[in-house]
Each structure stands twice: as C-alpha cells, then as structure tokens.
C-alpha cells in the first residue's frame, strides 16, 4: 500500500514507519491459517478443473475485514494485510504445486503425500527467499512503472474498511449462490453442468461450456484481455488443432506418439488428451522460459544491490536501525 504526491514520484507507504500499529498478532495468524487453507482448497479444485486459479487477496481483505473489524472490533490495518497476505500465499503455493507436480504423474513417478508436502514447504521457503532482494526493487522503485493492478485494488479495500460488511455480504452470497448450483447440477443432477455440441461439417471438432458461477467469477476476476486468451486457446484447440489431427491421421497404420491408440479410433476428447494437453504443457513451458529470461537482468541488478548493502553494512559495522518500512524481512 503506497500513496504519492501529484509532484513527487518518491514511494510514501500508506503507514508510516513512525506509526506503531498491531500487526503479526496471534488473531491475525490464526484468521491468516484458516483463510489460507480454504482459498488453498478452493485454488486447487479451480485449477486441477480448468486449468485457471484467481489470487485470494481481495476477498481474503474483505474476509478479514468483516472478521477483525466486525467480530472483534480490531481496526488495524496492518493485521488485516497480515491476513490477506498469508492467504495470497497460501492459494498462490498450492496453484504452483497444482501446475507442476501433476506432471510427476504423467511420468509415472506418483509421489507419495510426504513428498508432495516436502516439495510444497520447499517451494514456499524458496519463494519468500527469492522475493527479499526483489522487493526494493520491484516494489518500492517500479511503484509507478507497475500497476500491481489487483494488488492496488486490494490495498483500497483494506484503506475503505468501512465497507468492509457490505462487500463481505457479497462474497457470502456468491460462495452460497456458487455451492447451490454446484449441488443442484453436479449434485442432484437437476441439470446439465457440462454442455456440448459436435459441429458435423468437421471431424472432431466439438463446442462447448461449463455452467458453473465460479467459472463466470473466475472470467470477471481476469479480466476480458486474459478471458479472451483463454477463449482464443479453446477455439485453436477445438474447432482446429483437434479436427486437423483427426482428419490427417484417420489413415495413419498404427498409433502416432505419444498416443497409443490409432487416430482413428479417438475421439475429440481422446485427441485432446493424448496430443492437445501437451502441446498445452510446451506453451506454458516457453511462456516460463520467456518470462524467465526477460527477468534476468531485473534479477542480477537486485541481487548485485542487495549484495553490496550487506557488504557495506558488514565493513563499517554499522549498527543502524533499520525502519519498519524499509526492512525486507522482519
């Protein structure tokens, strides 16, 4: 959370570091523990669905909010981040073990419950070590380069707490309208949730749409640019790529791998998951290893920065205190 100065590009913290606030306090914790094992849970049904998660921090906030401020009468906002922020880590660590560890399985490793969890602890001790020395950089010098757009919204929420119960009220009645219709469909089969159609003029080729509230959050959350990505990457996969390899390998002798069943014999689904899921997994591989590179230098020329701080602290032996804003990890 920052403010800034019509005529002043210099990083001003919402609380300043002169203000003595509570903060890491054991409702805080406790609240932050619940909250992340729920969105965790949730995170990872969504992703392990369709394929797509949503961050937690904003409703995480207005949860909060409506707990601390309404139920125990605590108005500090400094608790509240704590809240949201181990919320945010929570979904966003089971998201990164939901993307990757499935492909364990792929190769036939099946790791163990212990294993998974040994992994996901790892990958989260990594995660906060990795972000000390990026986040001078990409918070407090790129605040006005990046927009953190869902960041800034979540910061609003917390700063208008006093809307907190209202918009409480509405994540409630979202999460009962969704676990409604998830019941009633899926359920006790009153209707259709999954609904498709083949188009007949073209092999293979099927069209069609899940019913669920949830998916209609998920593609309000995102936004439409993302939402039309996705729905740009179905329309490849399905009424292109699917009825390109139907229709090229119906005469193939045998099977073409990675698939061990004939072309022939599969159907759009079978397509998909034989060919289309992997084709899926090398773009979001090359989509890593883009982002991964264009970081690199951002990456080099924070961990020089960090580097030489610490270098110069350890030769002067400087016993300076450090202000609450300006310290990566307390």
Same mark, same amino acid.
């Given at each position: 959370?920052?403010?800034? !100065? %019509?005529?002043?590009?210099?990083?001003?913290?919402?609380? !300043?570091? %002169?203000? !003595?606030?509570p903060? @890491?306090?054991?409702?805080?914790?406790?609240?932050?523990?619940?909250?992340?094992?729920?969105?965790?849970?949730?995170?990872?049904?969504?992703? @392990? &669905?369709?394929?797509?998660?949503?961050? *937690?921090?904003? $409703?995480?906030?207005?949860?909060?909010?409506?707990?601390?401020?309404?139920?125990?009468?605590? &108005? !500090?906002?400094?608790?509240?981040?704590i809240?949201?922020?181990?919320?945010?880590?929570? =979904?966003?660590?089971? *998201?990164g073990?939901?993307?990757?560890? $499935?492909?364990?399985?792929?190769?036939? @490793?099946?790791?163990?419950?212990?294993?998974?969890?040994?992994?996901?602890?790892?990958?989260?001790?990594?995660?906060?070590?990795?972000?000390v020395?990026?986040?001078?950089?990409?918070?407090?010098?790129?605040?006005?380069?990046?927009?953190?757009? =869902?960041?800034? *919204?979540?910061?609003?929420?917390?700063?208008?707490?006093?809307?907190?119960?209202?918009?409480?009220?509405?994540?409630?009645?979202?999460?009962?309208?969704?676990?409604?219709?998830?019941?009633? #469909?899926?359920?006790?089969?009153?209707?259709?949730?999954?609904?498709?159609?083949?188009?007949?003029?073209?092999?293979? /080729?099927?069209?069609?749409?899940?019913?669920?509230?949830?998916?209609l959050?998920?593609?309000?959350?995102?936004?439409?640019?993302?939402?039309?990505?996705?729905?740009a990457?179905?329309?490849?996969?399905?009424?292109?790529?699917?009825?390109?390899?139907?229709?090229?390998?119906?005469?193939?002798a045998?099977?073409?791998? $990675?698939?061990?069943?004939?072309?022939?014999?599969?159907? *759009?689904?079978?397509?998909?998951?034989?060919y289309?899921?992997?084709?899926?997994?090398?773009?979001?591989? /090359?989509? #890593?290893?883009?982002?991964?590179? %264009?970081?690199?230098?951002?990456?080099?020329?924070?961990?020089?920065?960090?580097?030489?701080?610490?270098?110069?602290?350890?030769?002067?032996?400087?016993?300076?205190?450090?202000?609450?804003? %300006?310290?990566n990890?307390?």
């Amino acid at each position: 959370m920052n403010g800034k !100065s %019509k005529n002043s590009t210099k990083f001003v913290p919402y609380v !300043s570091a %002169k203000r !003595s606030l509570p903060e @890491l306090t054991a409702v805080a914790v406790v609240l932050g523990i619940i909250l992340a094992v729920v969105f965790a849970a949730a995170n990872a049904y969504l992703g @392990l &669905k369709i394929g797509l998660t949503v961050s *937690a921090s904003i $409703p995480a906030a207005v949860i909060s909010l409506a707990v601390l401020r309404g139920l125990f009468r605590r &108005k !500090s906002i400094l608790e509240n981040n704590i809240v949201q922020t181990m919320t945010t880590a929570g =979904e966003a660590v089971a *998201a990164g073990a939901i993307f990757t560890l $499935p492909a364990l399985y792929m190769w036939d @490793l099946n790791p163990g419950q212990q294993m998974i969890s040994f992994v996901v602890l790892i990958g989260g001790f990594l995660g906060v070590a990795m972000m000390v020395p990026l986040r001078r950089l990409l918070i407090v010098n790129e605040h006005e380069t990046l927009p953190y757009p =869902e960041g800034t *919204a979540c910061a609003e929420v917390l700063v208008s707490g006093e809307t907190g119960g209202r918009s409480a009220r509405m994540v409630s009645l979202g999460f009962g309208v969704g676990g409604l219709v998830k019941a009633l #469909g899926d359920g006790f089969m009153l209707f259709k949730t999954e609904i498709e159609t083949t188009i007949f003029r073209f092999r293979n /080729a099927v069209i069609g749409m899940d019913t669920y509230p949830a998916l209609l959050g998920v593609g309000y959350i995102i936004g439409p640019r993302i939402a039309g990505q996705m729905l740009a990457g179905g329309i490849l996969a399905w009424l292109v790529l699917i009825p390109m390899i139907g229709f090229f390998g119906a005469n193939s002798a045998g099977a073409v791998a $990675p698939s061990l069943t004939p072309i022939a014999e599969l159907d *759009a689904w079978g397509i998909w998951g034989d060919y289309i899921r992997y084709i899926g997994a090398g773009a979001v591989a /090359a989509g #890593g290893l883009i982002t991964l590179i %264009k970081t690199l230098p951002m990456l080099y020329s924070s961990l020089r920065s960090t580097l030489n701080g610490l270098m110069q602290r350890s030769a002067f032996n400087e016993k300076t205190t450090i202000d609450r804003t %300006k310290n990566n990890v307390t």
